[in-house]
């Protein structure tokens, strides 16, 4: 058969006509009671997914040198078999199978939990995507590339959106950065992941973290061959007296901005701290500038970048502005580590050419900061609608981190988080608590032990009434277990 087209619906709708088939010898039997085996093993391993189409009997006849017979004969026997549908003037099919699943998990997420209300922070609105502009960007992008950009890429990036990523970056986030020094990349793990490969070919053997913080990071830190050292986050952010007791570490992630899961601003005197130990250890500071651009009541805090451009990186994507689907970040770093985030042994390749030259006309036609504007404005309305909802189910409710981003937190002084949000589950909610951000349970005692992270960034604004419903009882049903009423 020739190669499959796989379709982009929600089954697999597209041709199957790339399958693999393994038809056995002449001694096994008759040629359509062997291709029934091997139409039939393909749907049982996978290689057939749920809603493919096959091709017409004449189709697969001539690519397999047989009479039209023995595929009529094979597709009619997988039919009565219940694998194969097939409908009066329309294509025979894989038939969705209700009864459990194919070996191997073929169907990609087909076990995915898709809830009701998904309060999980770090999604934004992906309802909002931009989808005809961003076809629009592609469609040219695609028509007006040369040749030679059509080729292999330059391994740092498009040089033209690396000029339009400078020029934002300086305008938007205080950074200091020329285009030479933007590296290209496929989001922030990706950054991460060369940066610590760079480190550890230059000699570092751990990195800080904050803890509570994204469990990725210290995940790929640790894939990266280094040694994650959590230090300790409170309401002024990063410990920096922690950070210069570890005297292993030369090397630090921090999200200054907005730092995740608890949203705090590193105040200004930490700041300062920070940028005088990366100069003290000859060291390297990771920005991690996730979603720096949705702030609400409170003026923009310019990137630590700007401050310390020898010893930082700023790092950044659409992961949180666009969508997570377009992979796409950006590594603004010292110029003596862009030769190593180049490297062939950072395992790193840039984003497809199609997609950073389509960003590139995205933010050179004011596409993107109108996709901003927009965007902060109608989180702030949803966020006000799902404070007001709080209020009135949760009266007294204390809620942190509510300036920016698009999650809050909720502390619960009388009830654990984790059993809450097993309750919330079990209501179709889906939300988390800081336990889960952290990287060891903390104390019973800590202020912040039992806090709720409730994320409202893909949350639309017609479902916030009955989230936070379901929400309230789930609290109030774990109370009642707790306090035995």
């Known amino acids: 058969m020739p190669s499959a087209v796989p379709s982009a619906g929600r089954e697999q709708t597209g041709p199957a006509w790339g399958t693999f088939l393994e038809l056995e010898p002449p001694a096994e039997g008759p040629l359509h009671a062997r291709l029934a085996r091997a139409l039939r093993t393909a749907v049982t391993s996978g290689r057939l997914a749920a809603g493919s189409t096959l091709p017409a009997s004449r189709v697969l006849a001539a ?42 998990g073929a169907r990609e997420g087909g076990d995915r939990w898709t809830p009701r209300y998904d309060l999980l922070p770090g999604v934004p609105d992906l309802r909002a995507f931009p989808r005809k502009r961003w076809a629009d960007m592609v469609r040219a992008a695609t028509a007006e590339l040369t040749w030679d950009e059509l080729g292999y890429p330059d391994a740092a990036g498009l040089p033209r959106l690396r000029r339009q990523l400078a020029a934002y970056l300086a305008r938007g986030r205080g950074a200091r950065v020329e285009p030479g020094q933007l590296v290209l990349c496929a989001g922030t793990l990706d950054a991460v992941m060369r940066l610590c490969r760079g480190l550890r070919a230059a000699g570092h053997t751990h990195v800080a973290v904050e803890d509570p913080g994204w469990t990725q990071l210290r ?51 930490r700041r300062a701290e920070l940028a005088d130990w990366a100069r003290e250890m000859d060291g390297l500071v990771m920005e991690d500038d996730y979603d720096a651009e949705f702030r609400y009541d409170r003026h923009p805090v310019g990137a630590l970048q700007g401050v310390a451009p020898e010893h930082v990186a700023l790092l950044g994507s659409l992961s949180k502005t666009l969508s997570p689907a377009v992979r796409l970040g950006w590594i603004a770093a010292p110029e003596r580590w862009t030769a190593a985030l180049t490297a062939r042994e950072t395992g790193g390749t840039p984003p497809p050419v199609i997609d950073q030259d389509a960003f590139t006309r995205f933010v050179s036609s004011g596409s993107y900061d109108r996709h901003l504007r927009a965007s902060r404005l109608r989180y702030k309305r949803r966020r006000d609608h799902l404070l007001r909802e709080l209020e009135a189910r949760l ?44 990287a060891a349970p903390a104390a019973t005692d800590t202020p912040t032990a039992s806090t709720l992270v409730v994320g409202y960034g893909n949350l639309t604004d017609q479902a916030v009434p009955g989230a936070v419903r379901r929400l309230a009882h789930a609290i109030e049903r774990v109370r009642a277990k707790e306090h035995g009423t």
């Open 395 to 438: 009266p007294g409710q204390p809620v942190g981190g509510a300036a920016a981003g698009f999650h809050l937190l909720m502390p619960l002084n009388d009830c654990p988080a984790g059993a809450v949000v097993e309750e919330a589950a079990r209501a179709d909610v889906r939300l988390a608590s800081l336990d889960d951000y952290r």
């Open 219 to 269: 995940l790929t830190v640790a894939a990266a061959g280094l040694t994650p050292v959590a230090i300790p986050v409170d309401e002024h952010g990063l410990r920096v007296d922690l950070l210069h007791r570890a005297t292993t570490v030369r090397a630090v992630i921090v999200a200054p901005a907005h730092q995740f899961p608890t949203g705090v601003v590193l105040a200004p005197a």
């Open 63 to 104: 690519d397999l040198r047989c009479s039209r017979w023995v595929v009529t004969e094979a597709y009619a026997q997988l039919v009565a078999e219940g694998y194969f549908e097939a409908r009066s003037g329309s294509a025979t099919r894989v038939r969705a199978r209700t009864g459990g699943s194919v070996r191997g």
